[in-house]
């Protein structure tokens, strides 16, 4: 199976903020990584698939790069909706595997 | 548009078995495979396992293998994830999710298994 190892856990972070998480896979996955947003009591949203293409209707302060086995999600200028958590997800190979979620809370 | 609907809270007694539904709607159903995912409360995503609609094809992940049975149902568009010797750590929301990539997700379903 392959492992994604989502870093850091948790963050603070202030409005205005750039934000960068990072997942790394434990096996090439070539850009099969997207990367969700969870807020508190609903369901996760796809923000980010193919590595670095931006879903539609999500703001264009997030960006997403990477390929292998390095990926980053970076959120250029924080916004008070933001606040969430943050996961990964490589479909490359079943079976599929999410990083453990980073926390980015309010400092 | 896209619709992924799901079956409404369970309560189960450990030992029991749990069926969960998802009816698709706003696309052609026999098109994009259909995963199921759960959360346990205040935990992560945790991949449970993959169904074709087309051939009814299924691939589990291991932790499940034996005790998950995905089916879908082509006439009403619906796929189900049966999950049987409950225990109290299979309390989560279980969620259905459309390729590509978990693009659209029901709205989830809380299965508590308590004595």
């Known amino acids: 199976d392959i492992q994604m190892t989502q870093s850091p856990s948790a963050m603070s972070a202030s409005v205005g903020d750039r934000v960068t998480i990072t997942c790394r896979a434990s096996?090439?996955?070539?850009?099969?990584l997207a990367w969700f947003q969870q807020k508190p009591g609903k369901v996760p949203k796809r923000l980010i698939y193919a590595s670095s293409s931006l879903q539609s209707g999500v703001p264009s302060r997030f960006s997403g790069s990477g390929s292998g086995t390095e990926f980053t999600l970076t959120i250029s200028s924080l916004q008070p909706e933001d606040f969430a958590t943050y996961y990964c997800?490589?479909?490359?190979?079943?079976?599929?595997?999410f990083g453990q979620g980073t926390k980015v809370e309010i400092k | 548009q896209v619709q992924l609907v799901q079956s409404g809270a369970e309560v189960k007694k450990p030992g029991a078995s749990v069926k969960v539904s998802c009816k698709a709607s706003g696309y052609t159903f026999t098109s994009y495979y259909m995963h199921w995912v759960r959360q346990a409360p205040g935990q992560g995503l945790e991949w449970m396992g993959v169904?074709?609609?087309?051939?009814?094809?299924?691939s589990y992940a291991q932790k499940f293998q034996g005790r998950v049975t995905m089916t879908r149902d082509t006439s009403t568009t619906t796929v189900y994830m049966e999950l049987s010797s409950l225990r109290s750590e299979d309390t989560a929301v279980y969620y259905c999710?459309?390729?590509?990539?978990?693009?659209?997700w029901g709205q989830g379903t809380l299965v508590t298994v308590s004595s």
């Open positions: 997800l490589q479909h490359n190979s079943y079976p599929w595997t």
């Open positions: 999710a459309r390729e590509p990539s978990a693009v659209f």
């Open positions: 169904i074709n609609p087309s051939g009814g094809g299924t």
């Open positions: 096996q090439g996955i070539s850009n099969y």
